[in-house]
């Protein structure tokens, strides 16, 4: 069974790179779907859905249902092989951008809830 490299990258306790559980994996990939901006990525121009960018936009409904939908195309395009998503929830509460995602799991069918919150802004 092969390990996944855990992300951010760094060592593990025995000085050797930090390796991490599938499903933890899966929330890591999100995570940098979310927060990579579009062509930031080598050779991946289209990859990432830049919420970073939206931290300091005004708060409104339309830029939630717009980023909700900016998010959910981007983890469709990039993570569908992996997953299928149920639900985003994104929420800009004065300076935190936090996004909620709800997903299954395609290889055992389990469904999972991660929040993220965009660095930076207040938790």
């Known amino acids: 069974m092969a390990a996944d490299l ?4 760094h060592f593990s306790s025995l000085g050797r790179t930090a390796t991490t559980d599938r499903d933890d994996h899966i929330g890591d990939l999100i995570e940098q779907v979310l927060f990579t901006s579009p062509g930031e990525r080598v050779m991946r121009p289209d990859f990432g859905a830049g919420l970073l960018a939206l931290v300091f936009e005004p708060n409104s409904a339309t830029l939630a249902a717009a980023t909700q939908m900016l998010v959910q195309s981007s983890l469709q395009l990039h993570l569908s092989h992996l997953i ?39 938790p």
């Open 6 to 9: 855990d992300f951010p990258y």
């Open 84 to 122: 299928a998503v149920q639900s985003v929830e994104v929420v800009n509460d004065d300076a935190a951008l936090r996004v909620d995602v709800r997903y299954t799991v395609l290889l055992d069918r389990t469904t999972h809830a991660a929040t993220f919150t965009a660095p930076g802004s207040a």
